[in-house]
């Protein structure tokens, strides 16, 4: 059956990513809070990823020509409307009932790409027969955790296939949660009702007895982690690209691009993993040096504004993830909260590019960028 979203009115005043942020506040309990937005342990990274990109500045032209600009761009191998993509957030359903539907309803109108979580609280069945259907949308990837079991991990595999998914994301920046000091004050659980729906049916890992001394981690779950032979073994099993999100350093880059991969996200999990880790916005222009346009390059983390977007695109990057204010947009207004910000934050490209002399995106050079 179609999907057809609930309609929430968007509050009034409300004219930029912030806004939807504040009234997300409004509506998620002090549980669901912590989870979506906060970060790991001080959350230095976390405020580092919005900072970064405050801190640099656009140095625009002017009297250059403007009439009939515009913000496509391409990525693997098709043109996207704009270069903005919904990041994968897991359990959305906390956030809205419609949770991941009402998300990839509202990508797919606005020509967004659209990545589902692993963790999605929707099946990736469902999400798809709401996203698919628009001729007008962005690329549609499934972000893959690799699982204990590789026998399930091969059938999740074969799912997104066969339900049009165009690409595989494989996280590589969490072979263990980070401390999340403000989810353990909140003492955030996943309530009733709402689970991983994709994960189903997974068996635990087999359990590893511990000698005296042993690390629960290191000597149990960091067993499963995975390695560069799973990347390959990933490429060997599915006939879709694989990208790989979590690389912060040039030398993965490299090895990234000399495996074959289809591209890079240039990603620190939100601040939600290793705290201290690199803004985003510092990392992309050392990764982009390292690959040397061998294969394309998206990032995320703390991206708020169209400025943020150009300056992105300057530094290196095809395209952009956005998550939390994605999901505070939800949260705010359900898919019509969603398409909201997305079309601020082309608007405010849209008006970036403008001020800055940017006919199209390939104007968007490292030249446009001053470090502040």
């Not at 659209?114 to 007008?136: I, K, N, P, R």
Request: glycine share 10%; hydrophobic share 45%; charged share 15%.
């Amino acid at each position: 059956m179609p999907y057809t979203p609930a309609l929430h009115p968007i509050s009034s005043g409300t004219a930029c990513l912030a806004d939807h942020e504040r009234q997300a506040r409004l509506r998620l309990d002090d549980s669901a809070w912590a989870y979506f937005s906060g970060g790991a342990a001080d959350e230095i990274t976390l405020r580092a990823n919005r900072s970064a990109w405050d801190a640099l500045v656009l140095q625009p032209r002017v009297l250059r020509p403007l009439a009939g600009g515009h913000t496509r761009t391409t990525l693997l191998g098709r043109t996207l409307a704009h270069p903005i993509l919904l990041a994968p957030v897991a359990f959305q359903c906390m956030a809205h009932p419609d949770g991941e539907r009402a998300s990839a309803y509202a990508a797919a109108a606005l020509g967004a790409g659209l990545v589902l979580s692993t963790q999605a609280s929707t099946a990736l069945e469902t999400v798809a027969e709401a996203f698919l259907g628009d001729a007008g949308r962005g690329p549609l990837w499934f972000q893959l955790y690799l699982q204990h079991d590789r026998g399930f991990t091969r059938t999740l595999v074969q799912r997104a296939e066969a339900a049009g998914y165009e690409a595989l994301v494989l996280t590589v920046d969490a072979p263990t949660s980070g401390a999340r000091d403000r989810e353990r004050r909140a003492d955030f659980r996943v309530p009733a009702g709402i689970s991983a729906v994709n994960l189903a049916g997974l068996a635990p890992p087999p359990s590893v007895p511990l000698r005296a001394g042993q690390s629960a981690l290191f000597d149990a779950l960091l067993h499963h982690a995975p390695t560069w032979e799973d990347v390959q073994w990933l490429q060997s099993i599915t006939r879709l690209p694989v990208l790989l999100k979590g690389v912060l350093h040039p030398d993965d880059a490299r090895q990234a691009a000399a495996l074959g991969v289809a591209g890079l996200i240039v990603s620190n999990h939100g601040g939600r993993t290793l705290d201290t880790a690199p803004a985003t916005a510092h990392a992309l222009p050392r990764i982009a040096d390292a690959v040397q346009g061998a294969l394309p390059l998206l990032v995320d983390g703390g991206i708020r504004r169209g400025t943020d977007v150009l300056k992105a695109v300057a530094l290196g990057a095809s395209a952009v993830l956005i998550g939390r204010p994605a999901l505070y947009g939800l949260a705010h207004a359900g898919a019509a909260g969603v398409a909201h910000v997305l079309r601020l934050l082309r608007d405010e490209l849209e008006i970036a590019m403008a001020l800055t002399g940017c006919a199209t995106l390939t104007h968007a050079t490292p030249a446009l960028v001053l470090q502040g």
